[in-house]
């Protein structure tokens, strides 16, 4: 008869992953992976909206990145998650809009912590509503 062993508890891992065949950039992490036991966390589109709804920064797109970050965190919190947990963000920015002034308003609040995530950024017709220059969503893993 086989000896019966408990199951061992695997910790989760997160590994951001740069190869070398692959080009280096502060900014964003090349690959990421996800091993163990871990909760996920999927935040769906989040737009320049306050609490009540009301549009936030229109027809300025570096006020909209910072309300729509307040509104991710706020989502990354209800989840259990904050900013370091993020793993994956998905950036849709109206054509003819400075990705520059946005990337500002985004490198303030995401500052110097390491493992920047994956990231793709798309530029889009439009988005949900006319005064919306930019949307975001994002996975964060934590371990458990």
């Known amino acids: 008869m086989a000896?019966?062993?408990k199951p061992t508890h695997v910790n989760g891992q997160v590994k951001y992953l740069n190869p070398d065949d692959l080009p280096k950039n502060p900014a964003f992490t090349n690959v990421v992976t996800v091993t163990g036991s871990v909760k996920t966390i999927?935040?769906?589109?989040q737009d320049a909206v306050d609490a009540s709804g009301a549009i936030v920064g229109k027809g300025d797109i570096k006020a909209q990145t910072e309300q729509i970050l307040k509104n991710i965190q706020v989502a990354l919190a209800a989840g259990g998650a904050q900013l370091e947990h993020v793993i994956k963000w998905n950036i849709y920015v109206?054509?003819?809009q400075s990705l520059q002034a946005g990337f500002e308003a985004f490198q303030r609040v995401w500052g110097n912590r390491p493992n920047p995530p994956a990231i793709s950024v798309m530029f889009v017709a439009g988005l949900a509503h006319p005064d919306f220059l930019a949307e975001?969503?994002?996975v964060a893993?934590?371990?458990e």
């Not at 999927?42 to 589109?45: E, H, K, L, Q, R």
């Open 42 to 45: 999927y935040v769906g589109g």
């Open 141 to 143: 893993v934590v371990p």
């Open 136 to 138: 975001m969503d994002t």
């Open 94 to 96: 109206v054509q003819g």
């Open 3 to 5: 000896k019966q062993t």
